[in-house]
């Protein structure tokens, strides 16, 4: 039953992450909400408010998944300006993720949403991203998603490329935790609670136990964030607690 990265072979991985998205695809933004008790929400707002979206931006949205970060993103500038939002003839937003099934729940919303013109979907691989010319993007975001990705490194120089000089990295992940009361909780939390969650609320235990171990296999935050400079990024935390106790939000400028 475990096929935490660690028992998981290199190759295998993808095909394996494939699986578990491909399996909670229709369940996703429900799960989201029932695990995190509500708390993606700040988390990825918080990241909006990083961004602080402007008209003219580019913003690729990679690992973009069911278009949660962009619809967040799409909202904020439609508040910021409904005329020129409205009057924007082109996309605002690439998201691209490498599960299709993921991407067609967030084309099914963003056509609720009436964002289906503001957005381009491609099905792609983050540690590829063979659509991308250089220097294209002003933002370039992966929220939950790098962790998923075979190899990292790959990952990080992809963005580096495609990001137009001086343009920001923008990665919210899960990571660890230093303050030991907490460690306790959430290590109860995580490997006791959230695969019931998942078996109760979307019929599956496997890609939900997964999710817990995927986290724990995760860099560091300070490795990651040398991974990240090594990269080519010169990198800056905002906020130095945030990053201790929820997620690891790095903002990073070429
Ligand atoms: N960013 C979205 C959000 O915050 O709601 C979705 C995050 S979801 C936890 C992770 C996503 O990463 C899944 O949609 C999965 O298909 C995608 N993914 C996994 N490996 C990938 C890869 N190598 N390239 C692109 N996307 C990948």
Sequence with gaps: T????????YEE??????????????????????????????????????INPH?????????????DITFRYLSYL?????????????????????NE???????????????????VWKVGNAEHLVEENDNTYDVYTIAFGIRNCTN?????????????????FMC????????PLFKKIYDFYSFQMIPVMGYMIAGDWNSYQYLVESIRVFPSQDEFASLISDCGFRLFYNDREAKKYTANNHIIEI
């Design 13 to 50: 991985k993808q095909t394996k992450v494939n699986e578990v998205f491909n399996n909670v695809a229709e369940k996703y933004d429900l799960m989201n909400d029932a695990m995190s008790f509500g708390m993606h929400r700040l988390w990825k707002n918080h990241l909006i408010q990083e």
């Design 55 to 67: 008209p003219g931006m580019k913003l690729i949205d990679v690992a973009g998944g069911t278009g």
């Design 78 to 98: 439609k508040n910021l300006d409904l005329i020129k939002f409205e009057a924007s003839q082109s996309p605002l937003v690439t998201v691209c993720d490498i």
């Design 152 to 168: 990292i490194e790959n990952v990080v120089k992809e963005a580096y490329r495609v990001l137009k000089p001086g343009g920001r």
């Design 2 to 9: 475990n096929f935490g990265f660690s028992k998981v072979k």
């Design 172 to 179: 919210l992940e899960f990571s660890r935790t230093n303050n």
């Design 101 to 119: 099934n993921m991407l067609n729940v967030g084309k099914d919303r963003s056509i609720d949403l009436k964002f289906q013109e503001k957005i």
